[in-house]
């Protein structure tokens, strides 16, 4: 059964098959400014080595620490992973607090579902799983944006009760309860 997980080394083949997914999809080029879009761009080229991968699965566990360098603009940020076993299914990150753009675009929780394993409830159960932790962390309601033609993601933020503010450009705006 899926569970969140601090991001771990175990399941490092998986979490490269998943990338190289995103990838097919045309996700990590130069005009891809979502967080697994950023990533695939900069660090893919290093994660085929374990340490290199081990490194990288510290700072994103380190970047929910107040106190840890990162660059100008973001927050603190608890980043979890959506595995069954020792396979990777997805990522969920729940951003301590807001920033301007944040509230206009980003929102406190952004997530992503590998495309093999979308389509079977997989963000719905993973926001859901989130949510506590979120409010644990303080935020209450949270909001939570996506794209006004992601009819799939709209669908996972109203069955976790989100309620839409607004549209802000492409960016539909949810507050979704925490507790």
């Not at 992601?150 to 539909?172: F, T, Y």
């Amino acid at each position: 059964m899926p569970e969140l997980t601090p991001p771990t080394t175990r399941v490092h083949a998986s979490f490269l098959a998943a990338m190289e997914e995103f990838r097919a999809e045309g996700r990590g080029g130069l005009s891809d400014d979502s967080m697994i879009g950023r990533e695939i761009h900069e660090q893919a080229s290093r994660w085929t080595e374990p340490a290199a991968f081990g490194h990288y699965v510290r700072s994103l566990r380190d970047q929910a620490l107040e106190d840890s360098p990162r660059p100008e603009g973001q927050v603190p940020s608890t980043t979890l992973w959506w595995v069954s076993g020792d396979e990777y299914l997805g990522r969920i990150a729940i951003r301590h607090r807001l920033t301007p753009h944040l509230r206009d675009y980003g929102g406190h929780i952004g997530y992503d579902v590998r495309p093999s394993a979308r389509r079977r409830g997989h963000a719905t159960a993973m926001l859901a799983a989130a949510l506590p932790l979120a409010g644990a962390l303080g935020i209450g309601p949270a909001l939570v944006t996506c794209d006004e033609d992601n009819s799939g993601s709209r669908k996972v933020i109203e069955a976790n009760r989100g309620a839409l503010e607004d549209k802000r450009g492409v960016k539909l705006r949810y507050w979704v309860p925490t507790s």
